[in-house]
């Protein structure tokens, strides 16, 4: 497409002029191309001829080299630069020159694994040479138990997920035992989303793997793939426990592409300039535009409703013109396996022109590559944010980004400050597989699979030995001459949970077409998404839930022609259960200890289509969702508050700006990831305001707990100039955004 | 009404704890409070489990050898028709139908077939613990039990198999193909032992369902014992309990409800081998149902 072009005919019109806050051109890039020194099978060169690879580029070679080599390597090129073949070549090649290697494939989505699998099969499907040695299967916990021991004895390529990996493959290693022996190579993909508590968890779930590898006498290579990040070689060193090699020499292709920050215009008059028109209906109008003229797009969305909303809107605006209204579809987590296949499949043949979709279509799953990308909303990273820009990108003509600003303090700061954008570092992903919390549950896990000696410490840090011996304490573990037994009956792996998130879903089933289940959704956004009365867009058509089996875990829908949707109205709560430990400081009484955050939807609103005009709303009764965990919590002084008071800040607001810049440093001094810890400003606990600071896993993870004993430290970075990664999290405050982002009045 | 002074106790320590914010531990303390434990008197091993320690490269084990004129009331009765039914007396089976392996015990002698039953640690190929085995020696069947007294003697314990194995001409297991020769081997994998080629296996499961899956409610071991040993167990050990009853054992060297797995054990060893004297008979059994 003409990228320029359209951004010109666009804001020509008047509805659209003065929105483009900013566009950035970047810039076309050449193919480089590399001999690869490392012979490929002539089988393999033929295979991929047929598939129009006639050369390799530089960064395949030389991650083919390495592999080769018998480096263990991480890959960190762009979306589409064709990362999958740096790790299948090598792996169907060791297959050519010994069919009795295994391979296993770790993916972070069952989605990735069949995407995978189908491209495995592809390649067995083309020559009966190459079918002889290439079995590839998906186990994961979808897999029938019958099949099982027929893929734990026959495939050559396994692809699972950590979660499968953690529960169901390494406590029944002795199932196993010949595969683990003749696994020669491990591959990590998408290795960018092991971070924060997860990726610690799956830092240890691999470590574990190679105990078992190592005990049955096998060393298999890793080679791991990862969107762009600031710390690869960091990361991929903390999660595989080996020294990688960098591959981050990009030599695919790419188009020229022109990204454009777009910010919705004021509704109101001049003076008062508050709120601005939805960047929703924007997105609507630009992808009717773009559907138009043929592009092809992709829009991200950040919630599923509004995924829904804007490919309802759009396929009624483009009614009557052609073909173009059945050539959308929209895709996000909820639908059906087969029908995301379907809908990447048509995405992929072009014979889908549009996908309105949430981030379940960011990681990378193929759909070719696109013409144009709407962000609605920033992603929340900067790393997300190219992710999903990278969906368009054509090699040979141009593509286009455009990023949708919500009126809302970190979107409107990025239309000011385009190149904290386009110059920020991405973001740092941080896992620390020696945090004590995880390691107590991991090393139960490592025991249960093999008696825990001294040795282990080079698997597990210098912590094993303590950690052990207070799981032992418990009748855990017992030590007898010198190892530690798993000492108690059930697998401890059912008990620990490696994602923050449990994978707990609801079935959404139609009661008007035999109980047939149409969807599914996770158990803690099911009460905001699948509430009695609630309207379940599907594919744009409208649900009624008639009721919420909380414990059968199943939403019961009907069909229904409402002209409206339906909003839930959420309240949440972090109520003190136990206090733990207080220190009063200079700067305020600290406690730690344990709190219960609790959130629950209370009522709904029904909203007209179109006009967005409030129709109803009533309330409900559903059950409050609980988070048991660990905060820390501290209550600045009456003087301070007084002082913020006196310098023309509301306090409390002032204090939820300290309480993002404290949620954005703790990281650092934590080691954990963003999204692992949450705050709230409350004053009813304690009848003063007071920040709190939690873990978001159950129990705690000692986050919080780690900046309450490094308080002084933690009070430092946030006052310190705040970093710009700082800076986005804390203009995330209610201020005005006509006030500097941080309300980061000095700790 | 008075309270009784153990809850008045409880009650007082909840108020504490309340007041010192400190709920959950206080949860937890009644928790345990509320399973009072009995004192008991410790049992060691040698007094539930007459036997001796026994050893091979692989370390030392407990092994428990007893006669079953020891052990059952009906000792008598069993042996007599096990010798004769492998003896070759009162064949009836149908050859065409049976399994190789059963027709390879048929043409074997009494002392051929070795017994096998397994005690484990839990289903996910953990620790195998204990390997009851029995076989028929000078005219009186045998148990011999294989007991790891903690986990670290499981080598032991699956090396002492290997060697009674290699001189088996066959085995017979209940469901022992699909759990305990399969777990034998994981186990021996995991501790890179190596065993012997496996003689030919009879699995009185396989032969069972084939024979009476249409008489019986189902064919799991208690239910054909039930109907066609007629026996039942009183007091018997839960399949499910076995492991927590172990991982107690190594805890504190109580040997108490080991006692029970044991006997558990024996008796599974008993049954199968009745089952499979039924089996060659080829007597069909008068089932009341």
Known sequence: MDARLFIREITAEKRYRDQVAHVREIPPRQAVYAECRREIPELLWGLLRRQNIHRLYRHQAAAIEAVADGRDVVVVTGTASGKTLCYNLPVVSGLLADPAGRALYIFPTKA???????????????????????????????????????????????????????????????????????????????????????????????????????????????????????????????????????????????????????NPPFLDLPGERVSRRSANVEAVDLLVELVRRRAQTIVFTRARIVAELVYKYAREQLAGEEDLAGRIRPYRGGYLPMERREIEQQLFTGRLL?????????????????????????????????????????????SLVILLAYNDPVDQYLMRHPDYLFGAAHEHAIVDPANPYILAGQLSCACFEKPLTAEDEAWFGPLVGDVAQAVADDGQMKAIDGRYYWSCSGNPATQVNLRTISQNNYAIVNTADGHKTIGQVDAISAPELVYPQAVYLHEGEPYIVSQLDT??????????????????????????????????????????????????????????????????????????????????????????????????????????????????????????????????????????????????????????RKGYELFDDWLDICSARPSTTTRTWAAATPCPTSRPPSCCWTC | MALPESRRQKLDMLIRSLAAGKIKQAEETLRAAGRPKPPRKLLALEEVAPGAEASNPQGAFWLIRRRLAEVSPEAPSVQKEYLAVLRGARHRFDEMRASAALCHVADGQPEGPLFLDVETCGLAG???????????????????????????????????????????????????????????????????????????????????????????????????????????????????????????????????????????????????????????????????L
């Open chain 1, 354 to 398: 549009a996908v309105s979709a949430t981030n379940a279509l960011e990681l990378g799953i193929d759909v070719g590559s696109l013409d144009a990308a709407i962000l609605v909303g920033f992603p929340g990273t900067i790393c997300s944010t190219w992710q999903q820009a990278g969906r368009a990108g054509r090699t040979a003509s141009d």
């Open chain 2, 126 to 288: 953990t620790c195998v613990f204990m390997i009851g085995l029995m076989s028929c020696r000078d005219g009186e069947l045998v148990f011999d039990q294989l007991l790891a007294r903690h986990y670290g003697q499981e080598p032991a314990i699956l090396a002492a198999f290997a060697e009674r194995m290699a001189s088996a001409e066959t085995l017979v297991s209940f469901n022992g193909k699909a759990f305990d020769m399969t777990n034998i081997r994981e186990r021996a994998a995991f501790h890179g032992l190596a065993l012997p080629a496996e003689p030919p296996h009879c699995d009185v499961l396989h032969e069972s369902r084939r024979r009476w899956r249409d008489i019986v409610p189902d064919c799991r071991l208690q239910t054909l014992e039930q109907y066609l040993c007629r026996r039942r167990r009183v007091g018997d050990v839960l399949g499910s309990e076995i492991p927590d009853v172990y991982h107690g054992f190594v805890a504190d060297g109580d040997a108490t409800r080991l006692k029970s797995v044991l006997h558990h054990n024996l008796l599974d060893l008993l049954t199968t081998a009745q089952l499979l004297c039924l089996l060659l008979t080829g007597e069909e059994p008068c089932v009341d």
């Open chain 1, 112 to 262: 990735l694994a069949q995407d995978q699998l189908g491209v495995l099969q592809r390649w067995a499907g083309q020559d009966r040479r190459i079918a002889e040695v290439l079995a590839p299967a998906v186990y994961d916990g979808d897999t029938p138990a019958h099949n099982r021991a027929k893929i734990r004895s026959g495939a050559s390529v396994v692809l699972t997920n950590p979660d499968m990996l953690h529960v169901g493959i390494l406590p029944y290693h002795g199932k196993w035992h010949q595969f683990l022996r003749r696994l020669r190579t491990i591959v990590v993909d998408e290795v960018h989303s092991y971070r924060g508590i997860f990726g610690s968890h799956v830092a240890c779930v691999l470590r574990r793997l190679l105990r078992l590898c190592e005990h049955y006498g096998s060393r298999p290579q890793i080679v791991c793939c990862s969107a762009t990040i600031a710390n690869p070689l960091e990361l991929t060193g903390k999660l595989t426990g080996r020294e990688m090699t960098l591959i981050d020499n990009d030599g695919s292709p790419r188009g020229r592409k022109y990204f454009v920050l777009w």
């Open chain 1, 551 to 704: 414990e059968g875990k199943i939403a019961y829908v009907e069909p229904a022609k409402v002209d409206y949707y339906t909003q839930p109205v959420l309240a949440s709560q972090c109520r003190i259960t136990a206090t733990r430990e207080q220190r009063p400081r200079p700067q305020g009484q600290t406690c730690i200890g344990d709190v219960d955050v609790t959130w629950q939807t209370t009522a709904f609103r029904k909203v007209k289509y179109y006009t967005m005009e409030l129709v109803g709303q009533a309330s409900l009764d559903l059950p409050a969702q609980t988070l048991a965990t660990a905060a820390m919590w501290w209550s600045p002084p009456e003087a301070a508050r007084s002082g913020l008071s006196a310098a023309g800040y509301n306090p409390v607001e002032a204090l939820m700006g300290v309480r993002n810049l404290m949620l954005a440093a703790l990281p650092s001094i934590a080691m954990c990831d963003r999204r692992d810890i949450s705050g709230v400003v409350d004053s009813a606990n304690l009848g003063t305001p007071t920040v709190f600071v939690y873990d978001r896993y159950p129990g705690g993870v000692g986050f919080a």
